[in-house]
T-cell receptor, first 115, second 108 residues
Framework: DVKVTQSSRYLVKRTGEKVFLECVQD?????MFWYRQDPGLGLRLIYF???????EKGDIPEGYSVSREKKERFSLILESASTNQTSMYLC??????????????FGEGSRLTVL | QKEVEQNSGPLSVPEGAIASLNCTYS??????FFWYRQYSGKSPELIMF????GDKEDGRFTAQLNKASQYVSLLIRDSQPSDSATYLC????????FGAGTRLFVKA
């Protein structure tokens, strides 16, 4: 069964702290994504990666960075957390090519609260 | 700015009725379209995808795509209370663009 695993389901951090959100997939997918989801705003793309060490900005990259040192792992970093980064963060992976191109496989989500 | 728009709802239908969820998109270059269902507090799960104009049926679900009108819809026949969720549509590709989602309530 395909699986995308996010390291933490719930986190509470303080303003200014550095936050790491980790995501691991076991499907050998080339592409990985980080979204945040807020009520009324849907899913918004923060960053994506189409290969190891490659990254591309999404729609809302400000205040975030990412790291992809291994194919299966994609990390989201908040260098200095702020209260407006309180949100649900969803990681997803997607295969390249094939009949299911474009299908996203999501992790369970990480709900981050910044106090 | 490429956009995908959905009516946020909530859409309320009685059990057994047909629920119709709609999505319009602005990028004429979009090739693939996906419908996801998301229960409260859970991550999205794929229901259907469609690439070609016309209808695609899978059980109680039918996706309809009209590229000329830049419109994709999802019909749920014989709606059940367990269908109550938020439905997200998105266009495929790297710059995945999601609609904000439509909340569906199916009343028993």
């Amino acid at each position: 069964d395909v699986k995308v695993t996010q390291s933490s389901r719930y986190l509470v951090k303080r303003t200014g702290e550095k936050v790491f959100l980790e995501c691991v997939q076991d499907m050998d997918h080339e592409n990985m994504f980080w979204y945040r989801q807020d009520p009324g705003l849907g899913l918004r793309l923060i960053y994506f990666s189409y290969d190891v060490k490659m990254k591309e900005k999404g729609d809302i990259p400000e205040g975030y960075s990412v790291s992809r040192e291994k194919k299966e792992r994609f990390s989201l970093i908040l260098e200095s957390a702020s209260t407006n980064q309180t949100s649900m963060y969803l990681c997803a992976s997607m295969p390249s090519g094939g009949s299911n191109t474009g299908e996203l496989f999501f992790g369970e989500g990480s709900r981050l609260t910044v106090l | 700015q490429k956009e995908v728009e959905q009516n946020s709802g909530p859409l309320s239908v009685p059990e057994g009725a047909i629920a119709s969820l709609n999505c319009t998109y602005s990028d004429r270059g979009s090739q693939s379209f996906f419908w996801y269902r998301q229960y409260s507090g859970k991550s999205p799960e794929l229901i259907m995808f469609i690439y070609s104009n016309g209808d695609k049926e899978d059980g109680r679900f039918t996706a309809q795509l009209n590229k000329a009108s830049q419109y994709v819809s999802l019909l749920i026949r014989d709606s059940q209370p367990s269908d109550s969720a938020t439905y997200l549509c998105y266009t495929g590709g790297f710059k995945t663009i999601f609609g904000a989602g439509t909340r569906l309530f199916v009343k028993a």
